[in-house]
């Protein structure tokens, strides 16, 4: 029994590996084709987390729009923000805030090393 559950939990992190590996990669290759967008949402997140102690995505989305830059969200994903938070930041938890249909968003403060 042991020597199953070593071998499930051998294959849960190889595929856990190969999510990252996917997930880096999906994340490299925005970096690359939406790099203002980007590097807009990173300086508002800065921002916010300097006013705020923390950050989510839909209050950096929500100051995108309400600085004008509502057509360059409209031509991209969302999930562009994994690119945001990807360094120098700290998951802190989660909240339901009413934004993302309810669902809970990740609260973000940076990271020693993104200070």
Same mark, same amino acid.
């Given at each position: ?29 925005? &970096?690359? +084709?939406?790099?203002? #967008?980007?590097? *807009?949402? $990173? @300086? ?9 102690? &923390?950050? +989510?995505?839909?209050? #950096?989305?929500? *100051?995108? $729009? @309400? ?49």
């Amino acid at each position: 029994m042991s020597e199953q559950l070593d071998m499930l939990q051998g294959d849960l992190d190889l595929f856990v590996r190969e999510q990252r590996v996917e997930r880096d990669s999906a994340l490299n290759m925005l &970096e690359k +084709t939406r790099k203002r #967008v980007i590097e *807009v949402a $990173r @300086e508002i997140a800065v921002e916010l987390v300097g006013k705020h102690g &923390e950050v +989510t995505s839909p209050h #950096v989305l929500r *100051v995108m $729009r @309400e600085r004008g830059h509502g057509n360059a969200l409209d031509a991209v994903d969302a999930r562009f923000m994994g690119a945001v938070f990807r360094a120098g930041w700290l998951k802190n938890g989660y909240r339901c805030d009413g934004a993302s249909h309810n669902r809970p968003v990740a609260v973000w403060i940076r990271s020693p090393e993104g200070v």
